[in-house]
């Protein structure tokens, strides 16, 4: 049941969903990262249960704290593709 406590607010390459949860919680959120299972594997599973890659992952935050989070969310994407 914890996983109803979180939201999603971001879900795009890697790279930058890890750059938005640093934002985040360098503003005092709490945030997470989960892959995009829906998304193209980057690698494949390995032997002794290594975890796939995907190409997309989702950013989610804490649910009370989702609208504040979309918020700064748009305002760093705004900012970056100045």
């Known amino acids: ?11 795009g390459e890697p790279t930058l969903t890890a750059l938005l949860r640093s934002f985040l919680e360098g503003d005092g959120l709490e945030a997470k ?4 299972v829906s998304s193209l594997p980057l690698q494949s599973p390995g032997p ?5 890659r995907y190409s997309r992952e989702v950013l989610l935050v804490k649910t009370d ?14 900012e970056e593709g100045d």
């Open 65 to 78: 704290e989702a609208e504040r989070a979309a918020e700064l969310v748009e305002h760093f994407l705004t």
């Open 1 to 11: 049941m914890k996983s109803s406590n979180w939201s999603p607010v971001y879900a």
């Open 48 to 52: 002794h249960n290594v975890k796939s």
């Open 33 to 36: 990262i989960v892959p995009d």
